[in-house]
């Protein structure tokens, strides 16, 4: 059985637990979110995993792995602490990795802990791939991400164009994945995981469009290299709790868990 605490029950974290209320070697000791927010998590969390307690910090708790499902400020909060205790931890919020020197403190910090942080695929696939072009050596990877306009509210792309009225795809960002993520920072976990796994986030290249033709998060990769190269689509459906995070996202979670908790790992 994995003991598992999860920081965040929002979109995922509720997506999660829902799946793995059924999976009886996974269980959820603790959920983790800010102070303002214990009671409303509270009733969420006691359906979907009565025994959990809901908590505001981890405290002197150690579970078997620490999963991080809330935002950038939660990795600097909970999981660097975390892993300098020697707790293994996941983490979903890859594009808040894109702050200077975010990857080195995460990475000194499991050192110290002498443990491990395992950064998840969420919504993007194929990242074993580039991942492993890399060591062959890469060439380009241009990420192109395609959203339906309302998907783009609450980030610059609202003050610059009217996405309501849009008829026509448009492209609301063109440039290096670290620009990319900077304006557009809660969007900008795909180009980060891409960055991360493949040629960084100065020459990952991005497009990105507020396009009323498209219901779906749309991800177009296209990675050249000494191994060949690869085109991959990935059409995410949007949680319907929250349209800027695909389904897939939690899937993968539920998949990490599973291969951390199972005899069988895929
Ligand atoms: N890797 C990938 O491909 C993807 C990653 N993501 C990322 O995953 C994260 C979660 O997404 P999603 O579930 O859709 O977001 P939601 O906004 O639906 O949920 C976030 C949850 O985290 C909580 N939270 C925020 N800050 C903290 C903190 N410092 N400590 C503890 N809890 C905190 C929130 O609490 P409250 O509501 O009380 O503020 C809320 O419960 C985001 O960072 C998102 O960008 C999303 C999609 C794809
Ligand atoms: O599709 C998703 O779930 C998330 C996304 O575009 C991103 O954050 O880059």
Known sequence: MLHVSMIGCGAIGVGVMEILKSDPE?????????????????STVSTLAPTARVVSRLGDERPDLLIECAGHQAIAEHIIPALERGIPCM???????????LVDKLEAAARAGKTQVQLLSGAIGAIDALAAAKVGGLESVVYTGRKPPQAWKDTPAEAAFDLDALKEPTVIFEGSAREAARLYPKNANVAATLSLAGLGLDQTRVRLYADPGVSENVHYVEARGAFGGFELTMRGKPLAANPKTSALTVYSVVRALGNRAHALSI
């Open 26 to 42: 996974v269980a959820f000791d603790m959920v983790v979110v800010p102070e303002a927010h214990m009671e409303r998590a509270r």
């Open 91 to 101: 983490v979903v919020s890859i594009g808040a990795l894109s702050e200077p020197g």
